[in-house]
């Protein structure tokens, strides 16, 4: 839905006085909100902002963290003592916070949030990729091609990130959903997306002060937004139990 | 941890000070004159080079001194000893509450492993984690404020004011404590001493509660102390969404008036509780566990 958004015909900004509040009817789906605008274009243009960010976030996030953590394990030394104190330093605090005084300072727009979460959730990947790296380090694979004298870049590239790629999609997963819920929170609190732009977490913000008129204002953006990330959030689920049943077998098979 | 808070100071500082943004030109507006502009400054000491600045933040934190915010004109030492009670109250009422649904419902759900109470507490679980606080308050607010009329909406007068706040809180850690709370439990159910404990033929109950129970209790209060912070964290929206007068909704005010002081102050020491946090954490793991000595 989000990806056709572009080519629908949708008017989300357009104010239609005699409609404003109006409640879900055939002639608008869900609505519409205290300016007249129709909730459902809203929520699919608001879709978009929720994917947009979502995309870059984890994909920077991902590759700036899984390097770090990669690096940090394999150097060892004094990088890796650089580079954990980092990592240490970060969890030291509640990433939403850090995320809103960031966002907030930095101006509320689209960019600084993606920037702000990203400052905050490099750090899962960075400890995830880390801690697996200094496990495959001393898998015979790896050691055998550390006795062939292939070159560090090559090592970590075709070696140790090939069997990091699992554990990496499953963190990416549950960071998307995540990201979706930080953003329409950063945007609930007016930090986001900017009006008349749509995002589900300002919807529910506009939609709190008419609670008792139109409720669907509240409900149609919070019931897609718990969809959406109830989604996300149960692929990441299945993902972790198959890559579990894996690793079990693993196990099992070292054993005997 | 020391070693810690001073990072957090530092990177809360550098920060605050290397985004765009001038709290000088917030202050007197975009039509101030270049004389004011530099007096201002100056009386700031934000003419002095980020080094000295730092150092001179750091020694009046060092004595206690959190600064004075730009907005109030106050010193923010006393907003925050107003503040900070409310949200420790809220913290603490939301925890009790996650705890009451998690235990019983994390325990139920791992002693009938698969069966209908399991599916529908890890359902619970999995909803409470999806549904963000911001959505959560608000639907709240309809049922039992507009729709029902037995709580009020939001502020603090009231001595029920707190229940929708920390439930709002306390359900979404809920969700994540049952689930740790059924994991750990399903861990050490398939201990040997769970085995020779029935073996030695005692009573189901006293194989949970004495011998099951004090054993998961160890890795949950671990657990336990990480989501605290996530608490702190969450409760900076939730206390948006009900006008609820602590840190939190200092933090945002702070924020949109541009008082960098303020929001300095209020993630230092939101960050600095959770630190606190995790280590005391570490502190009671080794009071309740006699296999861990720590040498102090």
Redesign the interface.
Request: neutral net charge.
């Given at each position: 839905m989000a990806l056709f958004g572009q080519f629908l015909p949708l008017n989300p900004n357009d104010i239609h006085l005699p409609s404003i509040l109006q409640p879900p009817s055939w002639g608008m789906w869900l609505g519409a909100d205290d300016l007249g605008r129709p909730l459902l274009d809203r929520l699919i243009t608001g879709a978009q902002t929720s994917f947009f960010v979502a995309f870059w976030v984890v994909s920077i996030s991902a590759l700036v963290g899984t390097s770090l953590g990669m690096i940090s394990a394999w150097f060892g030394g004094v990088i890796d003592l650089i580079i954990v104190?980092i990592i240490?330093?970060?969890l030291?605090?509640?990433?939403?916070?850090?995320a809103?005084?960031?966002s907030?300072?930095?101006?509320p727009s689209l960019e600084n949030v993606v920037f702000a979460l990203v400052i905050v959730g490099w750090v899962g990947f960075a400890r995830l990729a880390r801690a697996q790296t200094l496990s495959l380090k001393r898998r015979e694979h790896v050691q055998a091609a550390v006795a062939l004298g292939a070159k560090n870049p090559r090592i970590l590239w075709h070696h140790i990130l090939p069997l990091l790629t699992a554990p990496l999609i499953i963190e990416a997963t549950f960071g998307i959903?995540g990201v979706v819920?930080a953003e329409?929170?950063l945007s609930?609190?007016?930090?986001g997306v900017q009006p008349p732009d749509a995002s589900w977490?300002a919807m529910?913000?506009d939609?709190?002060a008419y609670?008792?008129v139109a409720?669907h204002m509240?409900l149609a953006p919070?019931i897609t937004?718990?969809l959406v990330?109830?989604a996300v959030?149960?692929f990441g689920?299945m993902l972790r139990d198959k890559l579990d049943v894996k690793n079990k077998r693993h196990i099992q098979h070292n054993k005997h | 941890m020391c070693g810690v808070i001073i990072g957090v100071t530092v990177l809360v500082f550098l920060l605050l000070h290397i985004v765009p943004g001038d709290p000088v030109e917030a202050l007197l507006g975009e039509t101030a004159q270049a004389a004011d502009y530099t007096q201002l400054r100056h009386a700031l000491g934000l003419d002095l080079p980020l080094w000295q600045q730092w150092v001179n933040y750091a020694s009046h934190l060092l004595q206690g001194d959190f600064g004075t915010s730009l907005y109030s004109k106050q010193s923010i030492n006393s907003t925050l000893l107003q503040r900070l009670p409310h949200t420790f109250y809220l913290a603490i009422t939301s925890l009790c509450i996650a705890l009451v649904i998690a235990l019983p419902l994390g325990t139920l759900a791992a002693l009938r492993q698969y069966s209908i109470w399991d599916h529908g507490a890890m359902a619970f679980s999995l909803i409470g984690v999806s549904i963000p606080n911001f959505w959560m308050g608000p639907l709240l607010i309809m049922v039992f404020s507009l729709s029902l009329g037995w709580l009020p909406v939001s502020g603090q007068e009231h001595s029920l004011s707190i229940v929708l706040p920390a439930l709002t809180l306390g359900t979404a850690l809920a969700a994540i404590l049952a689930r740790m709370v059924r994991a750990t439990l399903l861990e050490v159910m398939h201990e040997d001493y769970i085995r020779t404990a029935r073996a030695k033929g005692l009573g189901e109950w006293v194989v949970i509660s004495k011998h099951a129970l004090r054993n998961a209790a160890l890795p949950l209060i671990t657990i336990i102390g990480l989501q605290l912070g996530t608490l702190l964290g969450g409760a900076v929206i939730t206390e948006m969404v009900f006008s609820w007068p602590g840190i939190g909704q200092l933090t945002i005010q702070a924020i949109q008036q541009r008082d960098y002081p303020t929001v300095q102050a209020c993630v230092l020491i939101i960050s600095i509780s959770y630190v606190f946090i995790n280590a005391l954490t570490d502190i009671v793991y080794a009071w309740l566990d006699p296999r861990v000595h720590y040498r102090v």
């Open positions: 104190r240490d330093l970060f030291a605090f509640p990433s939403i916070l850090l809103i005084a960031l907030g300072l930095l101006g959903a819920i329409a929170g609930f609190l007016g930090l977490g529910i913000r939609g709190t609670m008792l409720p509240v919070g937004l718990l990330v109830l959030n149960l689920d | -």
